[in-house]
């Protein structure tokens, strides 16, 4: 039998997400555990990544389990010509887990296909990155201490944000309401729109950052406005200052409103808000440790209460 | 007289009629027809009081089997395939897209892991109807029009 892996977030259905979510809790209260002593786990980042391989080596240091890896596919063997299949054969032999991420789409799905040991997909080109996605949800968990019948407010790139496609995935099992804010050169793809209705979930768009889009909000999701995805440089100009939020935007936010970001953040979000309570994407990066020692202990097998 | 005979009826064999006139090379190549020894007839550009015009492939002494056939149905979905047996048509049968196709189709994403590593391509049939199809690695949709063969 394969073992079980995580490539995307859709392999993963209620249950499994509500599951990692108490096992991060756990981790939350106390990351420095034994469990992965002896284990040995392989992050493989054909493409560097530093924030993600932090993120997923701190995981595995602080539960005591050991690293291989490499952080930069110039010092692997596929240089040379060695095919993903023979690379993942020749880890496999060594690590209980392979972390990977990797430029081509659908790497991730292939490997998990081939090895013998379980898989985390780190992000598969602009295709998948499920442990973005569950740090998303467990910090809109633990901030609004549920995940059911929450509007969620996603702003600026909607139509390649990956982060944002998946994070639309994740919650589409929680009854949410959507707000969709972004120009129109970055507005939602229609096949999230037809997924939304598909599954009776309701949404807005605006092409305005407007008061009402933030006011009416449990979590305002804030994405990165990036110039090269723009053909029409004019439009990028006119719309480039319009996706920004500054403090005084959240005067009239709901009380228990968090503000989130996938990060790296550029200039979508002014630097006065980060002294706002509201702002959370800082502690939300840190809650990618905790989600990822949950999905690795998940993955193995491996007992957390 | 006895040559235009030989051509138009089949002993035993399958007929496979009503190709578009676009897709009647595509389907000697997915059957890999070109492999065979047997006598194949192949027609174009043959007026049809269906479709205006059309191609017919008659193969000798073959009985295809259903994954094989099912292949073609991604260039030409509406075929009619006539089984053959002592000059009569024993059975009539449509070719049906099946749920997966392997290793006939390419990925249409230069940055899919299927287009950089030596692996079979694999795609789910997402619609039918419309003939839609997903890549099972990149995740990729490709239309009907959009699909390019290996």
Do not use: W
């Not at chain 1, 392989?42 to 240091?61: H, I, K, Y």
């Not at chain 2, 389907?27 to 479709?51: D, E």
């Not at chain 2, 009539?92 to 391509?121: A, G, H, Q, R, W």
């Not at chain 2, 199809?133 to 239309?143: N, R, T, W």
Request: hydrophobic letters at 35%.
């Amino acid at each position: 039998m394969q073992p079980r892996s995580l490539v995307n977030i859709g392999d993963y259905d209620r249950e499994d997400i509500y599951r990692i979510l108490e096992s991060a809790t756990k981790f939350k209260e106390n990351p420095d555990r034994s469990l992965l002593k002896g284990k040995v786990c392989a992050t493989l980042f054909f493409e560097p990544s530093t924030r993600t391989r932090l993120s997923f080596e701190t995981a595995v240091n602080r539960l005591r389990g050991r690293i291989i890896g490499f952080s930069d596919s110039a010092t692997s063997s596929s240089t040379k010509g060695e095919s993903l299949k023979d690379t993942i054969m020749m880890v496999s032999n060594y690590a209980d887990l392979i972390i990977m991420r990797h430029h081509l789409e659908g790497s991730a799905r292939y490997a998990s296909e081939i090895s013998p040991v379980p898989l985390i997909n780190a992000g598969d080109g602009s295709n998948q990155h499920p442990t973005q996605t569950m740090l998303d949800l467990f910090t809109i968990y633990e901030t609004q201490k549920t995940l059911e019948n929450l509007t969620v407010t996603i702003v600026g790139d909607l139509k390649y944000g990956r982060a944002v496609h998946s994070l639309i995935q994740g919650l589409s099992y929680f009854n949410p309401t959507f707000n969709f804010v972004a120009p129109e050169e970055l507005h939602i793809p229609d096949k999230y729109k037809l997924f939304c209705d598909d599954k009776n979930i309701p949404y807005r768009e605006f092409t305005n950052f407007s008061a009402e889009s933030i006011n009416s909000a449990d979590i305002l999701y804030m994405t990165r406005v990036q110039k090269e995805r723009f053909t029409d440089l004019m439009e990028y100009e006119k719309v480039k200052n319009i996706y920004v939020l500054h403090n005084e935007m959240l005067s009239k936010s709901k009380d228990n409103l968090k503000v989130l970001h996938p990060l790296p953040r550029v200039k979508e979000i002014s630097q006065d808000v980060d002294e706002n309570p509201k702002a959370y994407y800082f502690q939300q990066a840190k809650n990618g440790m905790y989600t990822r020692q949950a999905i690795i202990c998940d993955l193995m097998g491996i007992d957390v209460t | 007289m006895g040559k235009a005979l030989q051509v138009a009826a089949l002993e035993n064999g399958t007929a496979i009629d009503h190709i578009p006139t676009d897709a009647v090379f595509k389907v000697v190549t997915l059957l890999q027809l070109q492999r065979l020894g047997n006598r194949i007839t192949i027609g174009n550009n043959l007026n049809s009081n269906k479709m205006g015009s059309k191609g017919l492939i008659k193969v000798s002494d073959k009985f295809f089997k259903e994954d094989e056939i099912n292949r073609i149905a991604l260039v030409a979905p509406n075929v009619n395939l006539n089984i053959i047996r002592n000059f009569e048509v024993v059975e009539k049968k449509k070719v049906v897209l099946p749920d997966e196709i392997i290793e006939i189709v390419k990925c249409n994403n230069p940055k899919c892991i299927s287009n950089n590593e030596p692996m079979k391509t694999r795609f789910h049939v997402t619609d039918k109807e419309k003939v839609e199809i997903q890549c099972h690695y990149c995740e990729v949709k490709i239309k009907k029009e959009e699909i390019v063969l290996l």
